[in-house]
């Protein structure tokens, strides 16, 4: 499972986080082709930045004490029923 970005950003705010994540994610394979590992520490960190300001990464960002099952495997969670149905 994935997090997905909060709902709550505003729809410019995710616009330019998302525009970041990608200019990070461009950065970071420039830095591999270049074989820079200074730029990509720099690349990841940029792409990190913009994945947690998006909520992805971090701290959840909903309130209602689910945890979080971020990169889990679906069967291994409380939803692998559901899941399995679709």
């Known amino acids: 499972m994935w997090r997905r970005s909060n709902p709550d950003l505003s729809e410019a705010d995710r616009e ?3 525009s970041d994540l990608m200019s ?3 950065a970071v394979a ?3 082709k270049a074989g820079d590992a200074t730029e ?3 690349a990841r960190a940029a ?3 913009a994945k947690r300001a998006l909520g992805e990464r971090g701290p959840v960002w909903w309130t209602d004490g689910d945890p979080d099952l971020n ?3 679906i069967k ?3 939803y692998a ?3 399995e149905k679709l």
Do not use: E, I, Q
Request: hydrophobic share 55%; net charge positive; charged share 25%.
């Open 40 to 42: 990509m520490a720099m």
């Open 81 to 83: 029923d559901w899941f």
């Open 47 to 49: 792409v990190d930045a």
């Open 24 to 26: 990070g994610r461009r």
């Open 16 to 18: 330019k986080l998302v």
């Open 76 to 78: 291994n969670t409380p």
């Open 71 to 73: 990169r889990h495997l």
């Open 30 to 32: 420039a830095a591999m």
